[in-house]
C-alpha cells in the first residue's frame, strides 16, 4: 500500500515511531533500512528535527563574516595554545574548522612554536647597548683585535642526518653510528687568525679551563706580533668567571666580559653552527672519525680570508644591536 501511494521511508517511520509507538528494530524490520540508520532517524526525531526536511549542502555553515573573524582572533590571543579548530568551531557555533582553517590562513595566522627566544630586561639591554658601543668605538678596533672564545658540545649519533634524495624506488640504507660518543670543543677566533681546536671529553672545569687557556695563548700572542695589543673575549660561564682574575693577573690577557645571555653578541656561535653542518656532512662513525672531521673542518673555516668576512659582518651586527636598543638580534 506504502508503495502504492508513493509514501517515503521517512515518513513511514514517523508513523511507525510517533503514531504506532513502534521501537527501533521492528521499525527497521518492516521499512526494510538499516538499523543505524533508524536508531538516527529516531535521535533526530526526538530532538525535534523534522528528517523528512533535506539538508542543504553547506548549510549548517555560516557566511564567515568581519564579525566572526574578529571573534575568533579575539579567543586565540586569549588562549593561544588551546584553541584548536575543533574547540574554536565548537564555541562559536554554525562554522566548521575547514571554514576557520581558511580565514586564518587568510589572515597570516598558524599554529606554530612559541616563541623561546630572550626577553632582555632594561638593564640587560643597556648593558648590551653599552657593550656594542664600546666595540664600535675607534673604527670597531676592539672587534679587530679580539679573540672571541667559547666551547661547543657535539654528540656522534647526533651528526647523523636521517634524511636525503632518493628515486622513486630506491631505499638508501645509511650505517649509523657504532657507540655513543660526546665530545666538546674550545675555540677562539679573531680577525687575524684562529687558535687550534681543543678537543676534550671531561666538561669545562676551572682546572681543564686554565690548562685550555696556558695550551692556546702562545698561539694568540704569534698572531699578534711583537707586542701587539690583542683582547680576549668571553661569556660568563660560571668556569669563566671564577677564573676571570687568573686570566688579567696570570696570563696577562686584556680581558672583555660579554653581557649575560649574549650569545648572539659572540661570533663564534655562527662558526659552531657551520662546524656542525660540516661534520655532518662527513658522516663520521667512530670518535677517531669524529676528532678528525672536527679538527680538518675547524682548519678550514678558520682560514683568513673567511674570518675577515666574519668580522665585517660582526661589526655590521653591533650596529644593529644599538640601533635596536639591546634586543635580541
Request: aromatic letters at 8%; a positive charge; glycine letters at 6%.
Amino acid at each position: 500500500m506504502c508503495d502504492k501511494y508513493d509514501i517515503d521511508d521517512k515518513t513511514r517511520f514517523l508513523v511507525l515511531f510517533l503514531d504506532a509507538k513502534m521501537n527501533a528494530q521492528d521499525i527497521a524490520h518492516i521499512i526494510h533500512r538499516h538499523l543505524k540508520t533508524v536508531y538516527r532517524w529516531a535521535s533526530l526525531t526526538k530532538k525535534g528535527y523534522d528528517i523528512r526536511i533535506p539538508k542543504k549542502k553547506g548549510g549548517h555553515n555560516k557566511l564567515m563574516t568581519e564579525e566572526i573573524e574578529n571573534k575568533i582572533t579575539k579567543m586565540i590571543k586569549e588562549n593561544p595554545e588551546g584553541s584548536t579548530l575543533t574547540k574554536l568551531a565548537s564555541r562559536i557555533g554554525g562554522i566548521s574548522a575547514s571554514t576557520i582553517r581558511r580565514a586564518l590562513a587568510k589572515m597570516g595566522i598558524k599554529f606554530r612554536p612559541f616563541d623561546r627566544g630572550i626577553i632582555y630586561t632594561e638593564e640587560e639591554r643597556l648593558l648590551r647597548v653599552e657593550f656594542c658601543k664600546k666595540m664600535l668605538s675607534d673604527e670597531g678596533r676592539l672587534i679587530y683585535r679580539t679573540f672571541f672564545s667559547d666551547e661547543m658540545g657535539i654528540e656522534l649519533n647526533k651528526t647523523h642526518k636521517t634524511k636525503g634524495w632518493q628515486l622513486p624506488n630506491e631505499k638508501i640504507k645509511k650505517k649509523g653510528a657504532s657507540e655513543y660518543i660526546k665530545l666538546d670543543c674550545w675555540g677562539a677566533i679573531s680577525a687575524q687568525g684562529a687558535t687550534s681546536l681543543d678537543v676534550y671529553k671531561k666538561g669545562m672545569k676551572g682546572e681543564l679551563y686554565r690548562e685550555v687557556i696556558e695550551r692556546h695563548r702562545r698561539e694568540m700572542e704569534k698572531l699578534y706580533p711583537d707586542g701587539e695589543e690583542f683582547y680576549f673575549l668571553q661569556d660568563s660561564h660560571p668556569t669563566h668567571r671564577m677564573n676571570e682574575e687568573w686570566i688579567v693577573k696570570e696570563q696577562k690577557l686584556a680581558l672583555i666580559r660579554l653581557p649575560k645571555r649574549s650569545p648572539d653578541l659572540n661570533i663564534i656561535e655562527n662558526l659552531w653552527m657551520a662546524l656542525k653542518e660540516r661534520v655532518a656532512s662527513d658522516v663520521p662513525a667512530n670518535e677517531k672519525e669524529l676528532r678528525a672531521s672536527l679538527v680538518s673542518n675547524w682548519e678550514a673555516l678558520t682560514k683568513i680570508e673567511r674570518l675577515q668576512s666574519i668580522f665585517d659582518g660582526l661589526h655590521r651586527r653591533y650596529i644593529l644591536c644599538v640601533e635596536k636598543e639591546g634586543q635580541k638580534l
